[in-house]
């Protein structure tokens, strides 16, 4: 995550993967993408997700 960070400052989104239940579990830092490493057994797939905005009235 660190590297991500580093690469695109600007990256305002979040990076998240699909457990094995089936779940979008968002990667917070370096611990949360060791452990989706392990977890998948090496065969991680991340994808970008957009944060949820707080709501707006209209």
């Not at 968002?26 to 997700?49: F, M, P, Q, S």
């Amino acid at each position: 995550m660190r590297k991500v960070k580093e690469s695109c400052p600007d990256f305002g989104d979040l990076i998240a993967y699909n457990d094995l239940c089936g779940r979008q579990i968002v990667l917070r830092g370096d611990n949360d993408l060791r452990t989706a490493i392990h977890e998948t057994k090496g065969k991680l797939k991340i994808y970008t997700t957009v944060a949820d905005l707080p709501d707006s009235k209209m």
